[in-house]
């Protein structure tokens, strides 16, 4: 005769009552659904306009339903704003203002975190500083300082840093490295001592130090820093427009104006070219998700 097998019995226990859902938990979830829906009523709303045609919103409201939707206003706004020159004037600006952006921060990050070089905090809370000045503060002078700044005529048409990419570029770097800096210093300073006192044993000078050691260690907080980074330069307007005279040269943000008529805006056809602007910086995003949020969340749990 066989013996049995009894098998533990797993999960509650019989007659165990399952725990209630706790009114603070609940409280929170509904919170952050409610400030997440409200975030997104004006992009879910722009999607939504894009897809009707203006005759219909103009008759029954923008909260109306649908008589009608189609991707029309999409392709108009693509063809009629020329935004495929503009993607690419943006790129020109962007790519190479994130690179120098990170390139310098890391270097100083590097100085103060590691080397421990003297005045190291005094140059940290420097650049912090520097990014609690607002940058309107700044037009006047910087429009004043570019106009009279000469550059070779291979790399601006006005032989100024005024109306060039270089004057942009230059803007964006200056502005973003200090937050750059505060954010890489951080999290190199939580990077074990002991690889570094390792790395100086077997004879590894400062470089070998910066470039194998420390920027590899570094790189999911790169790649966020690269994802914001990205996001605000290509959501910039405001530079452009000030130290850019040509057309031509503007960024993709700019091409929303060549949807605006004199006499009347299709509002419709706005939404479409607001949403194509907006959908780059949004798929860069879930391209680098995991790494954004890893640079975001890494350390969040030592002490």
């Known amino acids: 005769m066989s013996a049995t097998t009894v098998r533990p019995l ?3 226990a019989v007659g165990q009552r399952r725990p209630g859902v706790k009114p603070a938990r609940l409280g929170l979830h509904t919170f952050l659904m409610t400030v997440s829906l409200v975030w997104l009523a004006p992009l879910l709303l722009a999607v939504y306009a894009s897809l009707r045609p203006y005759q219909e919103t103009a ?4 909260f109306s339903l649908p008589h009608h939707l189609s991707f029309d206003y999409y392709r ?9 020159k503009y993607f690419v004037n943006t790129l020109l ?18 100085c103060i975190s590691r080397v421990r070089i003297r005045g190291g905090f005094a140059i940290l809370i420097l650049f912090t500083a520097g990014n609690l000045l607002p940058p ?5 002078p910087l429009y004043e300082l570019f106009t009279r700044l000469p550059l070779p005529y291979w790399m601006s048409d006005s032989m100024t840093m005024y109306d060039s990419y270089w ?7 200056a502005f973003q490295t200090g937050f750059c800096v505060f954010v890489l210093s951080n999290f190199m300073r939580a990077l074990p001592d002991e690889l570094i006192e390792a790395a100086i044993m077997d004879g590894a000078g400062v470089w070998t130090q910066f470039w194998r050691i420390t920027l590899p260690l570094c790189r999911p907080a790169l790649a966020a820093l ?42 419709n056809l706005l939404a479409a070219g607001s949403v194509l602007v907006a959908l780059p910086t949004v798929i860069l995003f879930f391209l680098l998700q995991r790494h ?10 030592k002490g």
Request: charge should be neutral; aromatic fraction near 16%.
């Open 292 to 301: 954004f949020i890893a640079g975001l969340t890494l350390g969040a749990t």
């Open 59 to 62: 008759k029954y409201g923008y």
């Open 93 to 110: 600006i962007a790519v190479p203002a994130v690179l120098l952006t990170l390139f310098f921060a890391s270097f100083v990050a590097f």
């Open 226 to 267: 690269a994802t914001l980074e990205f996001a605000w330069v290509y959501n910039d307007f405001l530079w452009a427009l000030v130290l850019m005279s040509s057309g031509d040269k503007m960024p993709v943000t700019s091409a929303l104006n060549n949807l605006r008529g004199e006499f009347f805006t299709d509002y």
């Open 136 to 140: 309107q503060v700044m037009v006047t």
């Open 10 to 12: 797993r999960g509650r």
């Open 76 to 84: 108009q706004a693509f063809s009629q704003s020329g935004m495929s």
């Open 167 to 173: 004057g942009v570029i230059a803007i964006h770097v």
